[in-house]
């Protein structure tokens, strides 16, 4: 872990969430964008994983997506999901790299909030070590809060990842007390020897803040970067994003 952890200090790692590309083909229920090739080009641009979130409602990735794109990414899969025994299966299956385990509401537009591991400590406990047995690093979606941290590294989960949708959100002095909160988050993090992702309403301006969070080793990015891809492409458009953050 702490290798993994000095590597980052020159080296974010850049993971593209593809979930937005899905929307779009769900909206009609076409086979167009092929997530397929929407991989191979963010890969082209300089992706160091994908993300995509296997929602309860099916919203956007599907089932077979998940299977589809295991055998084809080249990087690594980083799977987002509720902490359900339907999902739990799924992903001791399927075998990603990565889960990244968040709250999910169905009337949401967009992830809400981070999760609560102080909640459902021994729940997420048992998940973890599930996980880990099955080789799979666990990632937990979290706000940027000391109980929260204390409780990821107790319950065996090897990764944070910080939501930043608050700072996005935010503007002045409050952006700036948010931006204190993630950099304390960070070095706090690290301290118990948790690896630190962050992710969430993250564009190629915001992200500068964001990308110098002590540690950091990975952001996961996904709307700006396909809605910059309408104008350029999506190889391009995880390159300009990789570029910013490298
Ligand atoms: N990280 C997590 C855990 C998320 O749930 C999301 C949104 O799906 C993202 C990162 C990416 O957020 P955005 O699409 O706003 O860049």
Same mark, same amino acid.
């Given at each position: 872990?702490?290798?993994?952890?000095?590597?980052?200090?020159?080296?974010?790692?850049?993971?593209?969430?593809?979930?937005?590309?899905?929307?779009?083909?769900?909206?009609?229920?076409?086979?167009?964008?092929?997530? /397929? =090739?929407?991989?191979? %080009?963010?890969?082209?641009? $300089? *992706?160091?994983?994908?993300? @995509? +979130?296997?929602?309860?409602?099916?919203?956007?990735?599907?089932?077979?997506?998940?299977?589809?794109?295991?055998?084809?990414?080249?990087?690594?899969?980083?799977?987002?999901?509720?902490?359900?025994?339907?999902?739990?299966?799924?992903?001791?299956?399927?075998?990603?790299?990565?889960?990244?385990?968040?709250?999910?509401?169905?009337?949401?537009?967009?992830?809400?909030?981070?999760?609560?591991?102080?909640?459902?400590?021994?729940?997420?406990?048992?998940?973890?070590?599930?996980?880990?047995?099955?080789?799979?690093?666990?990632?937990?979606?979290?706000?940027?809060? /000391? =109980?929260?941290?204390? %409780?990821?590294?107790?319950? $065996? *989960?090897?990764?944070?990842? @910080? +939501?930043?949708?608050?700072?996005?959100?935010?503007?002045?002095?409050?952006?700036?007390?948010?931006?204190?909160?993630?950099?304390?988050?960070?070095?706090?993090?690290?301290?118990?020897?948790?690896?630190?992702?962050?992710?969430?309403?993250?564009?190629?301006?915001?992200?500068?803040?964001?990308?110098?969070?002590?540690?950091?080793?990975?952001?996961?990015?996904?709307?700006?970067?396909?809605?910059?891809?309408?104008?350029?492409?999506?190889?391009?458009?995880?390159?300009?994003?990789?570029?910013?953050?490298?």
């Amino acid at each position: 872990m702490t290798s993994v952890n000095s590597e980052s200090l020159n080296n974010i790692h850049l993971g593209i969430n593809i979930d937005h590309a899905a929307t779009i083909r769900e909206q009609r229920k076409t086979t167009y964008p092929n997530l /397929v =090739d929407i991989v191979a %080009a963010a890969e082209r641009g $300089g *992706a160091d994983g994908i993300t @995509l +979130h296997l929602r309860e409602d099916r919203r956007h990735i599907q089932d077979a997506d998940v299977y589809d794109l295991k055998s084809i990414i080249k990087t690594k899969m980083n799977l987002e999901m509720a902490a359900t025994e339907e999902m739990l299966a799924i992903a001791c299956k399927v075998k990603p790299e990565d889960v990244c385990l968040v709250p999910e509401k169905r009337e949401e537009l967009t992830t809400e909030g981070g999760l609560d591991v102080l909640a459902q400590k021994d729940r997420l406990a048992e998940m973890c070590s599930e996980f880990n047995a099955n080789g799979i690093r666990v990632s937990m979606f979290i706000e940027p809060a /000391v =109980d929260q941290i204390e %409780a990821s590294a107790e319950v $065996g *989960a090897g990764v944070v990842e @910080l +939501h930043t949708g608050k700072y996005a959100e935010l503007g002045g002095a409050d952006r700036e007390k948010e931006l204190e909160r993630l950099y304390q988050a960070a070095s706090f993090a690290h301290s118990l020897g948790l690896i630190v992702n962050a992710g969430h309403g993250l564009e190629y301006e915001n992200v500068i803040a964001i990308k110098d969070l002590p540690h950091l080793y990975e952001l996961n990015i996904g709307h700006s970067i396909i809605a910059r891809a309408l104008m350029v492409g999506v190889e391009s458009a995880v390159k300009e994003m990789k570029q910013i953050v490298e």
